[in-house]
C-alpha cells in the first residue's frame, strides 16, 4: 500500500508565492498595466490550460450552462470570461486579493460580460462568507499550489482549504483543479477523505489515466484532475 496519510505528506519549500503580500503587489502592477495600456496581464498556466478545461466542461455530461461555477484564486477573470463567451450565466470568482477582484471587475466590464467577483478569504474563520453546498462546480488552477507553498502551517492551509472547498460544493458536485507542484497520485490522496476520483483532462502530451473512482468518508462531491504540461517557477 503506496498511499500517504495527510500528515505524512512532504510539504512544498516556502515561496513568496504562498504569500498575499506578493499577491497583492503583483496584482497592484497588473491593474495599473491594465488601466494605462489595456493589457490584462498574465494568464497562470497559460490559455491552453483554460483551453482544455472549458473544452473538457462543454462536451461534459455533468455540466451545462445553467451550472453555478466559481473560480477559486480567479486572479485576473480570465477563466470566467471563457466561460461567459460559452454562455454560462453562473459565474462567480472569489480571490483574496483586492486588487485581483478590482482588475477581474474592470476586464469583464470592459468586455461586458457579467461575471460576478468578490474579494474572499476562504480560509478565514467565516469561510469568506461563503453558503454550504451552494457551488455546481468549483475550478482551482494554481490556487491549491500557492497554498502548498505558504511559509506558514502550509500543511494546515492546504487541510483547511480542502474541508472548505468541499464545504461550498453541492453533493454530486465537481472540482475541477490544475496543479504544476503536485502529481495527478498525490493530489488525489490529499483529497480523497473528501472527495471521489472521477476524471482526469489528460494534456495533449501525456494520455493516461481514466474515470477512476475511490472510497469516500463524506457528501459525494467528485474530483477531476487537469494535467498541466508546464511547470511552475519556484522562487
Given amino acids: ?27 497592484e502592477l497588473e491593474l495599473a498595466n491594465y488601466k ?7 494568464i497562470w498556466f497559460g490559455e491552453e490550460s483554460i483551453d482544455r478545461v472549458i473544452q473538457w466542461m462543454m462536451e461534459s455530461d455533468v455540466v451545462n450552462q445553467q451550472t453555478s461555477v466559481i473560480d477559486v484564486g480567479s486572479g485576473n477573470g480570465a477563466f470566467l470570461l471563457c466561460l461567459a463567451a460559452e454562455g454560462f450565466v453562473n459565474l462567480l470568482g472569489i480571490d483574496y486579493s483586492e486588487n485581483a477582484v478590482e482588475l477581474a471587475r474592470a476586464i469583464a466590464q470592459e468586455k461586458k460580460f457579467n461575471v460576478r467577483y468578490e474579494q474572499v478569504d476562504l480560509l478565514s474563520e467565516d469561510g469568506g462568507g461563503l453558503r454550504d453546498s451552494e457551488y455546481d462546480v468549483c475550478h482551482d488552477k ?16 492546504r487541510l483547511s482549504y ?12 465537481l472540482l475541477i483543479i490544475t496543479s504544476c507542484n503536485w502529481t495527478n497520485d498525490e493530489l488525489m490522496d490529499h483529497f480523497e477523505d473528501y472527495f471521489s476520483k472521477e476524471y ?3 494534456t495533449p502530451t501525456f494520455k493516461f489515466g481514466e474515470s477512476i473512482k475511490g472510497h469516500m468518508k463524506h457528501n459525494i462531491v467528485k474530483l477531476c484532475v ?4 508546464s511547470s511552475c517557477a519556484d522562487d
Avoid at 36 to 42: A, L, P, Q, V
Avoid at 162 to 173: S, V
Avoid at 226 to 229: D, F, L, Q, S, V
Wanted: proline share 6%.
Fill in 162 to 173: 480542502i474541508k472548505a472547498i468541499h464545504r461550498i460544493i453541492k453533493e454530486n458536485g
Fill in 226 to 229: 487537469a494535467e498541466n504540461a
Fill in 1 to 27: 500500500n503506496n498511499k500517504q496519510n495527510m500528515s505524512d505528506v512532504e510539504e512544498l519549500p516556502p515561496s513568496k508565492l504562498g504569500t498575499k503580500e506578493y499577491w497583492d503587489s503583483a496584482y
Fill in 142 to 157: 494554481g490556487t491549491y499550489d500557492a497554498i502548498s507553498l505558504c511559509p506558514e502551517d502550509s500543511h494546515g492551509k
Fill in 36 to 42: 494605462s495600456d489595456g493589457n490584462i496581464g498574465d
Fill in 200 to 202: 482526469i483532462i489528460p
